[in-house]
């Protein structure tokens, strides 16, 4: 699932998280040129796509890059 | 700093020739408080009413709830920077408060179409959907009983509550409207607060903010919301501290500058200014604690890392100011839950010993968790229900709030409330109350 | 002068003076009377209450033999009639736990009131739920004052009176809440209980930190080229002018639309009904942010996905009762997979 607080998902046991922009834009920022705007889209798509792609063993967040190795964040509210 | 409040009780509340308080009657002329709200041209019409503890009354539409308070020494006015106010710093000198009573703004809507399309669908196209079979269409938690089991549960139950009631006025944004309202309610609270200036209150507090670092040092961090993401910086939406609405760093602030109103809005108005986190506090303070101060949070972040950040800054205060503990409040929940949880970790991990005060989801007999989420941090919670109100509302005489005869449906009697979900009727917040919830 | 309350209680092997460990397969047997604690327990009782049978069995044999053990045990209730059922105390032993859990909840099934005891962490107390467990020791040294508050609360729930909290009549909390007064001002007990916390002396929190259920991560797909996508939206993105009427703070249902053809949704036709954040974005400028739709279609054309679903759902993230969110998840997931969806993007907002 696409957030913009993972903190919420992965407390609560979401395994696969991806990191949106905001809660009013989540999958886009409408300050970037449209062209960027499309292209970061895309990314978050792409992103949740290779989060269902991993194996995962725990709630688990993604951040968008272009490595294809899932960063595992705690920067929460204790996922435990 | 050092303030003394001054308390003068209004036992009575009634309408007369003139505006003056004696011997614990406030006597109202209604014209002139009508006068004072239709001062603004953005209001048509008007309408100022009474409602009294045990009287046969239900108000609708409330929006804010304001105590007369006025400044008789020391800087700055009451409410400061609330609704274009002054905002010189308060809380030295000396107060007098209007103690029992309350001014209370009634927005109705009915009138207004919608302002603009799409932006303020969040105030003007609502569909509450039922509050449960048993309750009549078209009526909404949000109201005041000021007789039967309802009214002792909420402060203004239990207050003598002068109501302006509003028609809000159309063409203009939904903030515009809670503006107009607000600002009325305070223009007539201010009239009233003068006629205590030079009264001799009931009784007089004093409280002295000098530390008294051979006591536990306890912080209080309530988080109050902001409006910015939805009317912007200046949108008059939303908690205002000396004004301000809209998303920052914490603010610190001392317990006498909220007993002077530097925290208004939101329909909060009179609970922060006679908070019973603070007061506890500052009653106790030098007592068998040490209160250092409030350090209030901001929320309605939109992501993560703007909470985390705010509760970073919350945490670094609060160990700066020498905290042991800290008592910590949320205004409402959903997302702001987040931000409040993250306070927690931060202040805990600082090695701060936390209490949360709050509401509590409803348990669904069994089916469900008490809190929105828990980060292991959190292990002490002080809390003050679902919201529910257990003996049923009874059927009333007299219905304000609607600028227009309101419908029957609101004369009604009302079954008791279960409370959460959109449908809380007693919102306490702050631990006003000693209604709780417990394991059975 | 009312009858006298008749109790009947559950006893172990061991307890019941059969034997040991090595007794731990003896059938169920019912005896008149009260046996071993059972004296002590009438005792306490008094005149006005009979233990009026006892049931024995080996722990093994009730709780892996239930085909067999639970028969005679309903027999006996039926038989008996018991006002109360009175299980244990088990203390700290396990199977004997779980043996008193099981006969609590075959009583509570049968409208029978049940009280068992038991030390906090024995897994006979999260085995059944609703059940009444005065928390005990670890040791049957405690016998006596154990079986005390068990008789104390068990005359009440004999009685069929209201019990009191789980703090007042010092049984384990059932994961139930309710009302409760509590006599003290909020803020008051705020600040008792941050002092207590500083000083060091023992405080009790108010709610006791519960998680929800978690589910297991469900497998990766590894090819997602082979499968179909679809999209969910907790934005509550509806077709413009919401023709469900879907709500617009608390979930109360799902609606599903359809996207067949649709390459990206524009604010002429859709528009966010969530009144929890600002909708302005999404419903002026581009309810796309919602539901990426764009990038699904490219990620569809350039064969990253084997084909995106052609209905959407959406609700309104909001708070409501855990039972709606189960009941609105559990139908989504019901159609998608009977649509033969094997991936879902969500966006939550």
Same mark, same amino acid.
């Given at each position: 699932m696409v957030s913009a607080l993972p903190s919420v998902p992965l407390t609560l046991g979401a395994h696969r998280v991806v990191r949106g922009i905001r809660v009013e834009h989540l999958c886009g920022d409408p300050t970037l040129s449209p062209e960027s705007d499309r292209e970061l889209m895309l990314l978050i798509a792409r992103t949740a796509l290779r989060a269902i792609k991993t194996q995962v063993q725990e709630p688990t967040l993604f951040e968008r890059e272009e490595t294809q190795a899932p960063s595992v964040h705690r920067e929460l509210v204790g996922a435990s | 700093m050092r303030l003394e409040v001054g308390s003068v009780q209004v036992d009575e509340i009634r309408w007369g020739p003139s505006t003056r308080f004696s011997n614990g009657t406030l006597t109202l002329d209604r014209d002139e408080i009508e006068e004072l709200v239709l001062q603004d041209s953005q209001i048509e019409r008007t309408r100022a009413e009474i409602a009294s503890p045990g009287d046969s009354v239900r108000i609708i539409n409330p929006n804010d709830k304001i105590e007369p308070r006025v400044k008789v020494a020391g800087r700055g006015v009451a409410y400061p920077g609330y609704q274009g106010r002054p905002t010189e710093q308060v809380g030295s000198g000396r107060t007098h408060r209007m103690a029992g009573l309350a001014v209370i703004d009634c927005l109705d809507y009915s009138a207004a179409g919608e302002s603009q399309a799409g932006e303020d669908r969040t105030w003007s196209r609502d569909e509450h959907g039922t509050l449960g079979n048993d309750w009549p269409e078209g009526v909404s938690p949000d109201f005041i009983d000021v007789?039967?089991?309802?009214?002792?549960?909420?402060?203004f139950g239990t207050l003598h509550n002068l109501c302006i009631v509003i028609q809000a006025p159309s063409g203009v944004s939904a903030d515009e409207q809670h503006g107009v309202s607000q600002s009325a309610a305070m223009r007539v609270a201010e009239r009233i607060a003068e006629t205590v200036r030079n009264v001799q209150p009931d009784y007089v507090e004093t409280f002295d903010t000098q530390p008294r670092p051979d006591l536990p040092s306890v912080a209080y961090i309530p988080h109050l919301a902001s409006f910015e993401p939805q009317v912007g910086p200046r949108g008059r939406f939303g908690s205002a501290v000396y004004g301000q609405g809209r998303l920052s760093a914490p603010w610190l602030l001392e317990s006498t500058e909220l007993m002077d109103g530097a925290v208004a809005g939101s329909g909060h108005t009179w609970i922060m200014a006679n908070n019973p986190v603070v007061m506890s506090l500052a009653r106790r303070h030098g007592k068998d604690v040490n209160f250092l101060g409030c350090i209030l949070q901001r929320t309605n972040w939109t992501n993560q890392r703007e909470y985390v950040l705010a509760a970073h800054r919350a945490g670094v205060l609060a160990e700066k100011l020498g905290a042991q503990g800290a008592i910590i409040t949320t205004d409402v929940r959903g997302q702001r839950w987040v931000g409040t949880m993250l306070t927690v970790q931060e202040c805990e991990n600082r090695g701060i010993d936390v209490v949360l005060l709050t509401e509590e989801e409803d348990n669904e007999n069994g089916a469900a968790p008490a809190l929105l989420f828990a980060p292991t941090e959190l292990k002490y919670v002080v809390t003050t229900g679902t919201g529910d109100v257990a003996g049923g509302f009874p059927a009333v005489d007299r219905v304000i709030g609607a600028i227009d005869e309101p419908t029957a449906q609101w004369y009604k009697a009302f079954p008791p409330l279960h409370g959460r979900y959109g449908i809380a009727h007693v919102a306490d917040y702050y631990g006003y109350g000693s209604q709780s919830y417990a394991d059975y | 002068m009312t009858r006298p309350l008749k109790i009947v209680q559950y006893l172990n092997q061991f307890f019941g003076g059969i034997g040991g460990e090595e007794y731990n397969d003896q059938p169920v047997q019912v005896i008149e009377g009260p046996v071993g604690p059972g004296r002590a327990l009438a005792n306490i009782l008094g005149d006005t209450v009979a233990v009026t049978a006892t049931i024995i069995a080996g722990d093994n044999f009730l709780v892996e033999e239930q085909d067999r053990s639970l028969p005679p045990v309903r027999q006996a209730l039926r038989k008996y009639q018991p006002d109360l059922v009175v299980a244990g105390p088990a203390f700290d032993a396990g199977r004997y736990g779980l043996g008193c859990a099981l006969i609590c909840q075959l009583a509570n099934e049968t409208g029978i009131n049940a009280v068992t005891g038991m030390e906090p962490d024995n897994p006979g107390v999260m085995s059944q739920k609703g059940l009444y467990v005065i928390p005990t020791g670890?040791?049957?040294?405690e016998m006596v004052p154990a079986l005390r508050k068990m008789a104390a609360l068990g005359l009440k729930l004999a009685r069929k009176e209201e019990v009191g909290s789980a703090e007042e009549e010092e049984?384990? @909390?059932?994961g139930i809440r309710k009302p409760f007064n509590r006599h003290k001002q909020g803020a008051e007990r705020a600040v008792d209980m941050v002092l207590g916390r500083i000083k060091g002396e023992p405080v009790a929190s108010e709610i006791s930190i519960r998680q929800y259920d978690q589910v297991d991560p469900p497998p990766p797909i590894d090819d997602l080229s082979r499968y179909s996508v679809a999209l969910i939206t907790?934005?509550?993105?509806? @077709?413009r002018g919401n023709p469900n009427r879907q709500s617009t703070e608390i979930p109360r249902n799902y609606f599903a639309y359809s996207i067949a053809g649709v390459d990206s949704l524009t604010v002429q036709n859709w528009e966010s009904v969530h009144t929890g954040f600002k909708g302005h974005v999404y419903n002026t400028l581009n309810p796309n942010y919602a539901l990426p739709l764009p990038a699904l279609r490219e990620l569809d054309r350039i064969g990253e996905i084997g084909q995106l679903h052609d209905r959407f759902y959406s609700v309104v993230g909001g708070g409501c009762p855990v039972s709606d969110a189960r009941r609105i998840g559990r139908g989504i997931a019901t159609e998608l997979t009977d649509a033969d969806v094997e991936a879902v993007i969500l966006e939550s907002t």
């Open positions: - | 007789s039967g089991p309802g009214a002792q549960l909420k402060p | 670890s040791s049957p040294a049984y384990l @909390p059932r907790t934005a509550g993105i509806v @077709p």
